[in-house]
């Protein structure tokens, strides 16, 4: 019977103490990390991605049980089926957006328990880019969510604001809403979100190097170092070298 109790146990069944305590380590659980306090089950992405998919029928509620976890898989796992559940296409025209409306609602409510950098880089552009761009026509004013992400106290739903735009990059070239919340986001003090804003925008580079070198001519004595490598990771030697030195 695939239902909540045995999908906890058939993750718990696969998790080792070699793993687990790798994870403590590799996601800074340590007293004043990012990730302190943590607990890991010590499975592999690939098994809970295997989970994942079996149970994708699973219901919303028991996958936002899940996502109330204190198990870092656990949570992973709840975000994975509600990837799953949004990228299906079973259903007629209007169950599905019910249904992506449904899923997108449920992780917004929930970016508490989305708490570190794997759980956010999954998912994020996976439903909430996808569905902002599914109904940019209907509603205007809907990425307005993402700017007040971008403002927000908490490390992770800032990584969600930027994260989310590598949907509207990659599948519909655009790279107005990445600019501006990478504009927002110049200033902040965690490096976690300085990655994320460079990798954002070395992904604009790939696509218009023009888009990219002219926010990092405006920017580049705002910017953090970190944010600056990131963001010129692919460039040739001599253009690095350039940025590097300015």
Not at 6 to 24: H, I, P, W
Not at 106 to 116: A, F, P, Q, S
Not at 147 to 158: G, I
Request: charged share 30%; with cysteine; proline share 2%.
């Amino acid at each position: 019977m695939l239902s909540l109790s045995n999908l906890k146990k058939e993750l718990r069944a696969s998790g080792t103490k070699e793993r687990a305590k790798s994870a403590e380590w590799f996601f800074k659980t340590a007293p004043g990390q990012y990730g302190h306090g943590d607990v890991f089950l010590g499975l592999t992405v690939p098994k809970q991605r295997e989970v994942a998919k079996k149970y994708i029928d699973l219901s919303l509620d028991d996958v936002e049980k899940l996502l109330h976890s204190k198990e870092h898989e656990f949570r992973l796992t709840a975000l994975l089926i509600l990837v799953y559940k949004y990228k299906s296409k079973t259903g007629n025209p209007a169950s599905l957006k019910l249904r992506r409306t449904q899923i997108y609602k449920v992780y917004l409510r929930n970016t508490k328990w989305i708490n570190n950098w794997d759980l956010v880089d999954c998912t994020a552009s996976n439903i909430v880019g996808e569905y902002l761009a599914s109904s940019a026509k209907a509603s205007a004013g809907q990425r307005k969510i993402l700017y007040k992400l971008a403002k927000s106290k908490n490390l992770w739903e800032k990584r969600i604001a930027i994260i989310s735009t590598l949907y509207f990059i990659v599948k519909e070239n655009k790279f107005k809403t990445t600019l501006e919340i990478a504009e927002i986001l110049l200033k902040d003090e965690h490096d976690l979100i300085h990655k994320a804003v460079g990798w954002m925008l070395r992904e604009i580079g790939k696509r218009d190097l023009k888009a990219e070198e002219k926010f990092l001519n405006k920017h580049i004595h705002k910017m953090p170092k970190t944010m600056l490598r990131y963001a010129i990771e692919k460039f040739p030697e001599e253009k690095r070298k350039y940025y590097l030195k300015k």
